[in-house]
């Protein structure tokens, strides 16, 4: 697997690849890089025999302006089959505006389709620090973006363990590492 603070090694393998553009839940936080999901990720396909190279292109703190960077960078050097995107958790516990999540989300969706790729798009929830409608309005451009690009959605990434206090880290933010093989069964 090729990692890390959102650098994109030049693509020279035979497998497909499967891109990953995300923010710290998909980079292994405070964590060694093969005890995150997407490292997992790679061990189950390759335990079932699929012959896929995963790219984590996913960086700590990412928004989905860096995100969207970040997939420009890797989609100039990779041919992905797939691209995963897991962001807008850092756009949501800042406050930025819904409309530029969602330009950033759909040019990545476009990006990644305009490729040839399949996108698999991961819904994030946040807290409501910015009021009811923020949080509504925050949430639903993931069903919207999914609906009109017709992309696989993650409705809930971490639902299944966010409310675990077992599963996160000190932080109460960021899944610890028994947390990472629920997220990889999510997605």
Known sequence: MESGSGEVADGNSNDEVILVVGDSLSAAYNMAVED?????????????????????SSQSGAT????????RRALAVQDPAIVIIELGANDGLQGLPLVQLRQNLATMIE????????????????????????TEDFRAIYRELAKKYDTALVPVFLEKVALNPRLMQPDRVHPNEQAQPILLDVV
């Open 36 to 56: 995150g999901w997407v490292a997992l990720l790679e061990q189950r396909l390759d335990q079932h025999g699929h012959d896929y190279r995963i790219v984590n």
């Open 64 to 71: 989905s302006r860096a995100g969207l960077a970040m997939l």
């Open 111 to 134: 990006l990644s389709q305009a490729q040839g790729a399949a996108v698999v798009l991961t819904a994030i929830r946040i807290p409501p620090n910015y009021g009811q409608r923020y």
